[in-house]
């Protein structure tokens, strides 16, 4: 600190009224570069990704109400829904038992595990039925299963 009071009173008047002069310009320049610059550009991208971010929700919003109700079909009962799609599909239920809670156990001696993937999908998608337990066992046929599904209305 010493070294720039022994610089400054060593220039001429002239040159300290300039250092008086230039020294707060240099000063305000440097906190509007250093400073404020800075904070005003991550500033504004950060209210860029907010609109970004709100228009994204905004889309979403409006597709699930559409998907919503597109997807769910209207059935009359759980085990006609389960007996028909089943019958689309080209199985057979070997068994089936409703519970009071509103489930419905499904057994299946043999069935294409695929198929039994795909219909399950399909009562999910469709239907809004979703499986809650899924056991499989093997049989001596390449692809062909035992099953138990445990199946609940959404």
């Known amino acids: 600190m010493n070294a720039i009071l022994e610089w400054y009173e060593q220039l001429s008047d002239r040159d300290q009224l300039i ?46 109400p559409q998907n919503a109700s597109s997807s769910s079909k209207s059935f009359s009962s759980l085990p006609n829904l389960i007996t028909s799609t089943s019958r689309q599909f080209g199985f057979q239920l070997d068994r089936y038992e409703e519970k009071k809670t509103g489930e419905i156990n499904v057994w299946f001696d043999s069935i294409p595990f695929d198929k039994m993937m795909q219909w399950l999908a399909q009562l999910e998608n469709d239907y809004g039925v979703t499986s809650s337990l899924v056991t499989v066992s093997q049989t001596n046929e390449v692809g062909i299963v035992r099953a138990n599904v445990r199946l609940i209305t959404g």
């Not at 904070?39 to 907010?50: D, F, P, R, T, W």
């Not at 228009?55 to 979403?60: D, E, F, G, R, T």
């Open 19 to 64: 250092v008086h002069i230039a020294l707060p310009i240099v000063a305000v320049l440097l906190v509007i570069f250093a400073i404020i610059l800075p904070i005003n550009s991550l500033v504004n991208g950060m209210e860029q990704e907010v609109k970004d971010n709100r228009s994204a929700v905004v889309l979403l919003q409006q597709q699930v």
